[in-house]
């Protein structure tokens, strides 16, 4: 989520509009398959030729405006030199594109870095990856929807970002499930618990779930995903995405391993205590969702894959999530 605070053009763009003059800004060669772009041999561009529209999104990135050396009476105190910019071509088409790792203190966590990438085209630039945290990135030899996938170095692991047609999303991180038993967590429209139901000798699992002492759903049986009976919170943005104060997302479990985890479903929540499901996304994993959101909308992509049981392959699918709807994305 972008705040953007109140700044005086004069101040502000005095340093901010950095032009990228011809001579000093040709493209190079993109990096092979797998190289690390923050390796020093890769660095063909180097902060003083961060393009103004980077510079001018960089500027008001809730990072620098949430740090105490961010901002200075209400003003951004963001300089090009607090990044290192590199040079790759993301999605094939012979123009270059930037990818950006933070330097300055109010740009990195501990041994961490943020990292952007943003892809160059005819209008500007487009931001494709919002501050993802790594020690490094590498560009995979592998791509998804015409992007090459990006590989973020954390410590000993490693994470793949794939882009879904919009940006690059990475896969959610994953909370503990929340086990079915009385428990629950702490909403901005109340308590919001899970809990499985009594059930006679050789009936259905069944779950309810209340929200401020309300039932608010149930699954199993007699209720909704007989099949998927034990929900779980998949991932929860206290944010919220707009237009909620606070969005959750859900995963239906069945016992057995035929399926992975199966359907979604999003539960968005107002301070004043009101809520709105949404239409659940049928899935059978498989691989785990990929999960990316912004304050404006979430987007959720489906991997596909071989099928479980017998021949063939799943498609990816890609789903947003938006002013509470959520649709599928037609494939490009």
């Not at 398959?33 to 529209?53: D, F, I, Q, W």
């Not at 963001?78 to 999605?91: G, H, M, S």
């Amino acid at each position: 989520m972008i705040r953007v605070s109140v700044i005086d053009p004069l101040r502000f763009g005095a340093w901010l509009l950095v032009a990228c003059a011809t001579a000093s800004c040709a493209q190079a060669p993109p990096p092979a398959e797998g190289t690390s772009v923050a390796s020093p041999e890769r660095a063909n561009a180097t902060a003083t030729e961060l393009p103004a529209s980077i510079a001018r999104a960089l500027g008001t990135d809730e990072h620098v405006l949430d740090c105490a050396q961010g901002t200075r009476d209400g003003v951004s105190r963001f300089q090009p030199d607090w990044v290192d910019t590199r040079r790759a071509d993301l999605n094939d088409d012979g123009r270059i594109d930037w990818i950006v790792r933070g330097r300055h203190d109010c740009l990195r966590d501990d041994e961490y870095a943020y990292w952007w990438a943003y892809v160059d085209e005819p209008a500007g630039q487009r931001l494709v990856l919002p501050a993802a945290v790594a020690n490094d990135l590498r560009t995979a030899d592998t791509s998804t929807n015409g992007f090459r996938d990006l590989r973020l170095q954390l410590g000993d692991g490693e994470e793949v970002a794939h882009y879904d047609g919009d940006v690059y999303a990475l896969p959610a991180s994953e909370p503990a499930p929340t086990p079915a038993s009385a428990t629950g967590i702490d909403t901005v429209a109340g308590r919001l618990e899970i809990a499985e139901l009594p059930r006679a000798d050789g009936g259905q699992e069944a779950f309810r779930i209340t929200l401020a002492g309300r039932e608010l759903r149930r699954t199993g049986g007699g209720g909704d995903f007989p099949d998927f009976p034990a929900p779980r919170i998949l991932q929860r943005y206290e944010r919220g995405i707009a237009p909620f104060d606070e969005t959750i997302v859900f995963q239906q479990d069945m016992r057995g391993n035929a399926c992975d985890g199966g359907p979604l479903w999003i539960l968005g929540l107002r301070r004043d205590g009101g809520h709105a499901i949404s239409k659940p996304i049928d899935f059978c994993g498989g691989k785990a969702p990929q999960l990316s959101a912004t304050r404006e909308q979430l987007t959720i992509v489906l991997p596909g894959g071989p099928l479980n049981r017998g021949e063939g392959e799943v498609p990816i699918e890609t789903w947003r999530y938006r002013d509470g709807e959520i649709v599928r994305v037609p494939a490009p």
